[in-house]
């Protein structure tokens, strides 16, 4: 997960930076657990969870809706160093199914153009269209967690 945000020396693609261990405050926190970053594998730990609820518990969710948001709002927020997460719906799964991934940047002169960090995959540059409504070949994005 990314937590901040800054913008690159030649202003063409606004970067992550990590500057917590979200892993590790989660896991504690929210659910009980204090091995999980030693031993993601073990018993409770790899398990499904509400990321209103993790931003929450880092103090980081600034607000959440079940819509995507506008290019002007992602813009907004990368460039306050906010990064927007996104959830994404797959079509067809049973039962229903969802994905979250971080929306790290925006390509300058490209506002509908974002860099997607996808934790089950590398890091891309989709457009908005493609985004909202056939990320990956099948996905579609239904929520926005906008970040502090």
Request: hydrophobic letters at 40%; glycine letters at 10%.
């Given at each position: 997960?990314?937590?901040?945000?800054r913008?690159s020396q030649?202003?063409?693609?606004l970067q992550?930076?990590?500057?917590?261990?979200?892993m590790?405050?989660?896991?504690q926190?929210?659910?009980?657990?204090?091995?999980c970053?030693?031993?993601?594998?073990?018993?409770?730990c790899n398990q499904t969870?509400?990321l209103?609820?993790?931003?929450?518990?880092?103090?980081n969710?600034a607000?959440?809706s079940?819509?995507?948001?506008?290019p002007?709002?992602?813009?907004?927020?990368?460039?306050?160093?906010?990064?927007?997460?996104?959830?994404?719906g797959w079509?067809?799964?049973?039962?229903?199914?969802?994905h979250?991934v971080v929306?790290?940047?925006?390509?300058?002169?490209?506002?509908?153009?974002?860099?997607i960090d996808?934790?089950?995959?590398?890091?891309?540059?989709?457009?908005?269209?493609?985004?909202?409504?056939?990320?990956?070949?099948?996905?579609?994005w239904?929520?926005?967690?906008?970040t502090k």
């Open positions: 997960m990314v937590l901040g945000c913008v030649r202003g063409e693609v992550p930076v990590l500057n917590v261990d979200p590790l405050l989660v896991a926190k929210a659910l009980g657990l204090s091995n970053c030693q031993n993601g594998s073990a018993a409770g969870f509400q209103d609820k993790a931003l929450s518990v880092t103090s969710l607000a959440c079940t819509t995507p948001t506008t002007s709002q992602v813009l907004k927020q990368i460039a306050a160093d906010r990064p927007v997460a996104a959830r994404i079509r067809g799964s049973v039962p229903p199914s969802g979250f929306i790290m940047g925006v390509i300058i002169g490209k506002p509908s153009m974002f860099l996808d934790p089950c995959g590398e890091r891309s540059e989709v457009d908005r269209f493609t985004f909202c409504s056939n990320y990956q070949g099948s996905g579609s239904t929520h926005t967690y906008l």
